[in-house]
Nanobody, 120 residues
Framework: QVQLVESGGGLVQAGGSLRLSCVASGRTFNSLSMGWFRQAPGKEREFVATISWSGGSTYYADSVKGRFTISRDSAKKTVYLQMNSLKPGDTAVYYC?????????????WGQGTQVTVSA
């Protein structure tokens, strides 16, 4: 079973950038599609981005398209979320997750989350 640990969150001003990392343990990471989700205070958890097991396909929520980039490094068993042009509306706890497949965004397992706060 894959375990996930996120890092890289913090406080940043609007317009700034952060890069989140999610390190996975377990031998099956390289065969799994991965996703990033976020949950703002008082709101439901929402999808942000996904990447296929090969890294060859990516898909983004409309709210982050053109600003966020998901990538993965199979040798390091790590998936990244580069976040640029951050807005106060991006403030949330960000979670990485393993997915059932690239086409199925249901998460199989979650990390513990990392807080991202964007000040105006």
């Amino acid at each position: 079973q894959v375990q996930l640990v996120e890092s890289g969150g913090g406080l940043v001003q609007a317009g700034g950038s952060l890069r989140l990392s999610c390190v996975a343990s377990g031998r099956t990471f390289n065969s799994l599609s991965m996703g990033w989700f976020r949950q703002a205070p008082g709101k439901e958890r929402e999808f942000v981005a996904t990447i296929s097991w090969s890294g060859g396909s990516t898909y983004y929520a409309d709210s982050v398209k053109g600003r966020f980039t998901i990538s993965r490094d199979s040798a390091k068993k790590t998936v990244y979320l580069q976040m640029n042009s951050l807005k106060p509306g991006d403030t949330a706890v960000y979670y990485c997750a393993t997915l059932y497949s690239y086409a199925d965004l249901r998460p199989r397992a979650w990390g513990q989350g990392t807080q991202v706060t964007v000040s105006a």
